[in-house]
């Protein structure tokens, strides 16, 4: 009898990563099974810091749960496409009809569902160094390859236009816009939105915008859509969702806006492929979709946790100040988002191995944070932070990592 073959993972996972729940995380658990009590700022989930969903959001699902038993259309309900419509209007993203939305389970499904209604094997997609690491894998994943334009941390973690310029081929297809940005929490000024516009105009290419953080925003930051800020011949992607500014990461409730009414003409080919992968799930989360009309519509409650006095504003603010006062340590103050991506400067702290970093610090403080390469930045200099405790709790946390990085060597 011939010995069995080993049962092996398809070789499309082979540059597929997602650390933000990487091996790390692993070994958190194990801690957590012993125990002990792990601070996990590793991944932006508000609930188990005491961000809830407004309970008008919730009794709105609650009340069409009835209703909500079978599928709806594939794109989703008429009601939620309405309102997001409606948002479109608001945000003075041009001539979005009721068929150019598409709902997902979360903007991480559409994510993977727009990228692979695209690309072809070989074709490029830029996107930005750090990045959301979910954008890199799904191009991967898609039969594509992540080509990484890099962004400026001494021009407030704006992309360097030069670099995107220069990473431009014919096999690209697409642009990437991360804005507000995770990881570091940058906000792009118009003007900086504009110029990856006319790149993208130059050579022909789709430009997805993941705008998740858009009303997250500190300071009197503003933040424009690409959608608002493109022509009408350019394809422009919008992704964004219920998660954060609403506090619904669990829903998985998240939308994805086709705009640009001259480009779509031509697009129509890749709508049908959009149209098809939306028809194979057969439709979102049914239920969770009930939330989008009140959540638009309703009272912003997350104004109150972002001007002074509120909550995330200072667990922003007293993240910025710990980690600058950290000998060694730098830090953008962030103008929008949950997170922190702090530099440590190679001459203090020669770290070579950052994931190696973040595992000692969690066996040594029980604080799970998530290493820079994560997030396909190029050097081990980096650490993310995501900011949702609460501000003593935070306080407490970055002085332990303070004290850990006063003796860390490798």
Not at 386 to 391: G, K, N, R, S
């Amino acid at each position: 009898m011939d010995t069995p073959s080993t049962f092996r993972k398809s070789y499309k996972l082979d540059n597929v990563c997602y650390d933000i729940r990487g091996p790390v995380l692993e070994h958190a658990k194990r801690l957590e099974d012993e125990g002990h009590r792990i601070l996990k700022l590793n991944i932006g989930n508000p609930a188990p810091f005491g961000f809830e969903a407004p309970e008008e959001i919730l009794q709105d699902v609650m009340r069409n749960l009835p209703t909500a038993q079978g599928y709806c259309d594939s794109k989703g309900l008429y009601s939620a496409r309405k309102a997001i419509m409606q948002e479109c209007q608001r945000k003075e993203i041009p001539g979005v009809g009721i068929e150019d939305i598409f709902i997902g389970n979360g903007v991480s499904e559409l994510i993977v569902m727009a990228l692979q209604a695209l690309l072809n094997d070989g074709d490029e997609v830029l996107i930005p160094a750090p990045d959301y690491p979910l954008w890199t894998a799904a191009a991967h994943l898609s039969g594509g390859h992540a080509v990484h334009y890099r962004c400026d941390e001494q021009a407030d973690w704006a992309p360097d236009i030069a670099d995107v310029r220069a990473k431009v081929t014919s096999h690209t297809r697409a642009i990437v816009i991360i804005n507000p940005n995770n990881p570091t929490g940058a906000v792009y000024p118009p003007e900086v939105v504009r110029e990856l516009l006319a790149i993208a105009r130059e050579h022909d290419l789709v430009v997805f915008s993941d705008e998740i953080y858009d009303k997250i925003l500190y300071d009197d930051t503003e933040h424009v859509s690409t959608g608002a800020l493109a022509d009408e011949d350019q394809l422009v992607v919008t992704l964004n969702g219920l998660s954060k500014s609403y506090r619904c990461a669990g829903f998985r409730s998240g939308w994805m806006i086709l705009s640009g009414s001259v480009a779509m003409q031509r697009a129509q080919d890749y709508i049908q492929g959009l149209n098809m992968l939306a028809s194979m799930r057969l439709c979102a989360n049914v239920p969770a979709q009930h939330a989008i009309q009140t959540a638009l519509g309703g009272y912003q409650s997350i104004n109150d946790l972002i001007l002074p006095g509120g909550r995330l504003l200072a667990q922003r603010d007293i993240t910025y100040e710990k980690l600058n006062a950290i000998p060694g340590v730098s830090c953008t103050k962030a103008k929008g988002a949950l997170y922190a991506f702090p530099r440590l400067d190679p001459k203090v702290y020669p770290i070579q191995d950052d994931q190696k970093l973040v595992l000692d610090l969690l066996l040594q403080e029980r604080i799970l944070l998530v290493q820079g390469t994560a997030f396909n930045w190029p050097e081990p200099d980096h650490v993310r932070i995501v900011t949702l405790p609460w501000a003593d709790q935070l306080g407490d946390a970055l002085d332990r990592f303070a004290r850990f990085l006063s003796r860390y060597r490798q």
